[in-house]
């Protein structure tokens, strides 16, 4: 497994010399950064992929969610308020996780 996540972040790095500004191929790089265990890598993945799509909501959950786990609770707030003024509904659902303490591991 080891060989497949080191392969699948040089195609991605590889792609992102050769789509440097595309926010979707930002986040799913940060989605396999996360999902490695480089919260820190990934977070700022997230980020430059806001810079150039500023509502994207699933790239606003993830950074809010890391941003938390890595506990900069200002960010964290920042990025999960932007998503709540996206979708209003969704601020019952972020409410209750955070309630529940879903993201504090």
Not at 72 to 87: C, F, G, I, T, V
């Amino acid at each position: 497994a080891l060989g497949e996540n080191q392969l699948a972040t040089d195609a991605f790095e590889k792609g992102l010399e050769l789509r440097p500004n595309s926010p979707n191929f930002m986040m799913l790089y940060a989605n396999l950064l996360r999902d490695n265990g480089k919260r820190s890598e990934a977070l700022e993945m997230y980020r430059r992929s806001l810079s150039l799509q500023p509502n994207n909501p699933v790239a606003l959950l993830n950074a809010g969610i890391l941003s938390l786990k890595l506990g900069q609770r200002e960010a964290a707030a920042s990025y999960l308020e932007s998503l709540r003024q996206l979708d209003r509904n969704l601020a019952k659902i972020l409410q209750k996780c955070l309630d529940l303490r879903l993201w504090d591991q």
